[in-house]
């Protein structure tokens, strides 16, 4: 019987992208035997080899490397040619797959969510939750929201947001332990620290001084690595917190946090919305993006700059140094290992 070339290609890339032959057989639903074949006839019939094959991991020979970039594009356009008549007569539909951090998740994306399922009835969105790294192929997610610089080439982003970092405590704490002026008075302070869920690091500070970016390591008594609790924490007088503007945003309104040395405040951490550069960017996925984007960039809290009114709607009422940026680039550099 003649080899289905377009199905070899599918097989291959999705062999390839999954790093094995088992996980790529079970996203198939074909028998692993039958994928194994595939690319054995595959091979054979353009006479090289594709892939390198240990019993731990198999990796793309140079003339594989060459033959994935033509099938992504083949495939590509293929799935471009079909979705542009398959959707002409109605919008977005299907399961979309998108992964995004907790507390982003929670204050910005979901109350909020009404709006994208009536511009998009068709879509159904299943989001993820959670502060750890995510990989795209083998989690089957098709987009997420990332914060800090993406170092995984692997990725297309689109920057759509930045947020502002302060430094904060509740006014029973301040009254016990005074208002720190500079970056010196923090020895005589606690903190409430948060700590890495991926490392267990305790994170440290970092402040602009002069320009210069400053690692502080703070003291404490309590450590979290919750977003909310970390929150909480500062709310019950415990410590000094640093912490995205976006999440302390309606208590430093009410009074019921104060800001304490904004002269030094680090630079914004930006905000992307990430897909995979290897994959056709499907309508759904397109309208997510224009839509979360359209979303971040009509928040105010979100733009990188210090805002004091409620300008987002969608938000409800020198040894070795970890810092909360580094931390987050870490996790991000994870999939370009």
Not at 272 to 293: E, G, I, T
């Amino acid at each position: 019987m003649a080899m289905d070339r377009f199905q070899a290609m599918q097989v291959f890339v999705r062999v390839v992208d999954a790093s094995s032959f088992s996980r790529a057989a079970d996203s198939l639903g074909m028998p692993r035997t039958t994928v194994t074949i595939i690319i054995q006839q595959l091979e054979a019939t353009l006479q090289v080899r594709l892939l390198n094959r240990t019993t731990r991991r198999i990796s793309l020979t140079p003339d594989g490397a060459a033959y994935y970039e033509h099938c992504i594009r083949i495939l590509g356009e293929v799935e471009e040619t079909e979705a542009s008549f398959r959707d002409a007569a109605k919008g977005p539909s299907g399961r979309l797959r998108v992964d995004v951090p907790s507390i982003i998740g929670r204050q910005i994306l979901i109350p909020k969510l009404y709006n994208f399922h009536e511009r998009y009835p068709e879509v159904e969105l299943a989001i993820g939750m959670s502060d750890r790294h995510v990989d795209l192929v083998s989690e089957a997610v098709d987009c997420v929201i990332r914060g800090g610089e993406l170092a995984d080439s692997t990725l297309v982003a689109r920057r759509i947001a930045s947020f502002k970092v302060i430094t904060c405590a509740a006014p029973k704490y301040l009254e016990c332990h005074g208002v720190p002026t500079c970056i010196e008075d923090l020895a005589h302070h606690v903190a409430v620290n948060y700590f890495s869920s991926r490392t267990g690091r305790i994170i440290d500070w970092d402040f602009v001084v002069d320009g210069q970016t400053v690692p502080v390591k703070m003291k404490s008594m309590v450590s979290v690595n919750d977003g909310e609790a970390y929150v909480e924490c500062a709310l019950q007088g415990i410590g000094l917190t640093q912490v995205a503007r976006f999440m302390a945003h309606k208590y430093l309104e009410s009074g019921k946090l104060i800001e304490v040395l904004p002269q030094l405040s680090p630079s914004p951490i930006p905000i992307s919305v990430a897909y995979l550069q290897n994959r056709h960017l499907s309508p759904k996925v397109r309208a997510f993006v224009d839509w979360v984007s359209e979303l971040f960039s009509s928040c105010p809290l979100l733009s990188g700059v210090d805002v004091r009114s409620d300008g987002c709607s969608a938000l409800p009422l020198q040894s070795p140094t970890n810092t909360l940026r580094q931390e987050i680039d870490q996790m991000n550099s994870i999939g370009a290992l």
